[in-house]
């Protein structure tokens, strides 16, 4: 995702929907969205602080922000929806107040990590396969490299134009380059020759080298990463899940409020939301609009408005059966 400039670009692997590309990056998408509903949203502005559990007839909550010219913003309100990346979280860049009932360390599966793209264009179509991906099993070379080759020469991508892209996890590009060479925005050609290797393993009468290569730059960039990509670690479970992010399972898993963002009265007030919490379409762009949007109609809820029948593709097993009620629908995702 991203060019240099910003630009967005990316792809579905189905040929109905094969392309996305937004110039201007997204701030342009929000902005078009905010104008035509009439909302003046605050950009780089940083939250520095959430209080959730204010003793207030009005207010429930307030929320300190800094813009860049370090003027101080503060707001109040009755709920807080927060929708900021799952890294976030990770790095403690908020402060809670009370702090979360369950840290982001220890109960948060989705971890930030940050992926590093190399197009390698070939003068020819050597590899030939049609197929989507390329696993290479190596044997003692750089097997970090290993991880994922796209081909974007298919039909439904960029036909023509003879590159394989490799992507890298963070832990398996700092394999790759070594700690001395993370932060420098240029990959050393070394380092992207010898990250060939599987391919010339693969190919061995077919291969030839490329005669351009190109690659993102975001981990030069020490401030970057805390939103680039979240996933589910190993070791937690849907308690764990449901413990951070809230009760989106409906009480399937956990009890009322035993999870984070209630208050000491036992008022759901924080809403942690995003594209992390949307279970069905976690770190999906999608994802993130329909995090939010449930967040929404459940925190509408809280707040006595009726907003009738709503459902969510976050958890759609909610709604198996047309006759289910909210109460009654049930999460099958972990069985």
Not at 73 to 89: L, P
Not at 294 to 310: H, K, P, Q, T, V
């Amino acid at each position: 995702y991203g060019n240099k400039d910003g630009s967005i670009f990316g792809w579905f692997d189905v040929a109905e929907n094969p392309l996305i590309f937004a110039k201007d990056d997204w701030e342009l998408s929000i902005v078009s969205y905010a104008q035509e509903n009439n909302i003046e949203p605050e950009f780089r502005t940083r939250v520095n602080k959430i209080e959730y559990d204010l003793d207030d007839e009005k207010y429930k909550a307030r929320v300190t922000a800094q813009r860049p010219n370090g003027k101080c913003m503060i707001y109040e309100a009755q709920r807080v929806i927060s929708t900021v990346a799952s890294g976030v979280y990770n790095n403690d860049l908020i402060a809670f107040d009370p702090p979360l009932l369950y840290p982001a360390a220890e109960y948060n599966p989705m971890k930030m990590t940050n992926f590093v793209k190399i197009f390698y264009k070939f003068p020819e179509y050597f590899w030939g396969t049609g197929t989507h991906y390329i696993y290479p099993i190596t044997s003692g070379v750089n097997s970090s490299s290993a991880i994922l080759w796209q081909d974007l020469n298919r039909a439904e991508l960029f036909p023509g134009s003879n590159i394989l892209m490799l992507m890298l996890t963070e832990d398996s590009f700092l394999e790759a380059v070594a700690e001395d060479n993370v932060r420098k925005q240029n990959i050393p050609e070394d380092v992207l020759h010898k990250l060939l290797d599987p391919i010339r393993i693969t190919f061995p009468d077919t291969f030839v080298e490329p005669c351009d290569v190109y690659h993102n730059d975001y981990h030069s960039n020490p401030n970057f990463g805390y939103g680039s990509y979240s996933n589910w670690d190993t070791g937690y479970s849907p308690y764990d899940y449901f413990n951070f992010w809230g009760a989106y399972e409906l009480n399937e898993y956990i009890e009322p409020c035993d999870h984070n963002g209630c208050n000491k009265n036992d008022e759901w007030i924080l809403y942690l939301s995003g594209t992390a919490m949307c279970l069905e379409e976690w770190e999906y762009v999608d994802g993130g609009w329909l995090g939010g949007e449930f967040s929404a109609n459940l925190m509408m809820e809280s707040l006595g408005l009726d907003i009738g029948e709503w459902e969510t593709a976050c958890y759609p097993d909610y709604y198996a059966e047309e006759d289910m009620t909210r109460s009654r629908r049930r999460r099958r995702h972990f069985v």
